[in-house]
Antibody, heavy 121, light 107 residues
Framework: QLQLQESRPGLVKPSETLSLTCTVS??????????WGWIRQPPGKGLEWIGS???????YYNPSLKSRVTISVDTSKNQFSLKLTSVTAADTAVYYC?????????????WGQGTLVTVSS | DIQMTQSPSSLSASVGDRVTITCRTS??????LNWYQQKPGKAPKLLIY???SLQSGVPSRFSGSGSGTDFTLTISSLQPEDFATYYC?????????FGPGTKVDIK
């Protein structure tokens, strides 16, 4: 059974960089036809796609966040990572890593459990 | 970006009720519409993809229909474990976008 697990940075100070890693187990991140993405959900609000990566390293970002986001992949560790720079309180959210089928805007069939990141001094 | 709306935003229903949730998009997306269920403190779960295809392991009381800009999620007989928030998502183009959610609670 495929499992995704986000790392837990917890608290990040305003203007600093949020860094998260997703570890994939029970399957290979190098499997074709799947993209690996990050989606966030502010407390009590809806879902927002941040960006996705293919195992080859091709990246795709939401234009609303593109200037601040970097997603990378390490196939040897079966992991992919998110960096979000210059964070503000508006970036406080539960961050989910996810597997998407078929394209980088495809349906999400596997989700991590989510990790709450709070931006506060 | 494609804008998503859902109606109602919330509803109260009883076990055994038939429940229908509507999702509308700001432009035609063919059948590239997915539905998710989210319970408090949990990640969303894929229920329906491509407007009407049931995800593996999802009970058959869930069904989806629609194309173009209008879509529906139907729960034929609401069960206690179905009380949750439901989101639609368009996978027609980037950036993928989600609806604001419909909360289904107990009457």
């Amino acid at each position: 059974q495929l499992q995704l697990q986000e790392s837990r940075p917890g608290l990040v100070k305003p203007s600093e960089t949020l860094s998260l890693t997703c570890t994939v187990s029970g399957g290979s991140i190098s499997s074709g036809n799947y993209y690996w993405g990050w989606i966030r959900q502010p407390p009590g609000k809806g879902l927002e796609w941040i960006g996705s990566i293919y195992y080859s390293g091709s990246t795709y970002y939401n234009p609303s966040l593109k200037s601040r986001v970097t997603i990378s992949v390490d196939t040897s560790k079966n992991q992919f990572s998110l960096k979000l720079t210059s964070v503000t309180a508006a970036d406080t959210a539960v961050y989910y890593c996810a597997r998407q089928r078929g394209s980088y805007y495809g349906e999400v069939d596997y989700w991590g459990q989510g990790t709450l990141v709070t931006v506060s001094s | 970006d494609i804008q998503m709306t859902q109606s109602p935003s919330s509803l109260s229903a009883s076990v055994g009720d038939r429940v229908t949730i509507t999702c509308r998009t700001s432009q035609s997306i063919s059948r590239y519409l997915n539905w998710y269920q989210q319970k408090p403190g949990k990640a969303p779960k894929l229920l329906i993809y491509a407007a009407s295809s049931l995800q593996s392991g999802v009970p058959s009381r869930f069904s989806g229909s629609g194309s173009g800009t209008d879509f529906t999620l139907t729960i034929s007989s609401l069960q206690p474990e179905d009380f949750a928030t439901y989101y639609c998502q368009q996978s027609y183009t980037t950036p993928q976008t989600f609806g604001p959610g419909t909360k289904v609670d107990i009457k």
